[in-house]
């Protein structure tokens, strides 16, 4: 059974950072391209950040390039978003997400496996 378990999502001040970790078990990582998508009550789901197999391929929303980082470590079957310079605006639960085409995917039709989810809160 496939799961994805995020974790360190919670409340940060305006300008500070979070470096959110999502661990996979019941797949190898290493063939899956992995996603971090957010979402806010009323709001569609949006995508924030994409991995592909290798971890050489990235890919940002706009609005996090430049704060945001994926990273992929498959030796620990983990994926990290690290987050710096957190506005209001990044307020959302996060999921990561696992696919399994090859190159990186913005799309979240594209994820066959989802997580729980993590809230992060940014206060101004």
């Known amino acids: 059974q496939v799961r994805l378990v995020e974790s360190g999502g919670g409340l940060v001040q305006a300008g500070g950072s979070l470096r959110l970790s999502c661990a996979a078990s019941g797949l190898t990582l290493s063939t899956y391209t992995m996603g971090w998508f957010r979402q806010t009550p009323g709001k569609e789901r949006e995508f924030v950040a994409t991995i592909g197999w290798s971890g050489g391929s990235t890919s940002y929303a706009d609005s996090v390039k430049g704060r945001f980082t994926i990273s992929r470590d498959n030796a620990k079957n983990t994926v990290y978003l690290q987050m710096t310079s957190l506005k209001p605006e990044d307020t959302a639960v996060y999921y990561c997400?696992?696919?399994?085409?090859?190159?990186?995917?913005?799309?979240?039709?594209?994820?066959?496996?989802w997580g729980q989810g993590t809230q992060v809160t940014v206060s101004s």
């Open positions: 997400a696992a696919s399994g085409l090859i190159i990186p995917a913005m799309r979240d039709s594209f994820y066959a496996y």
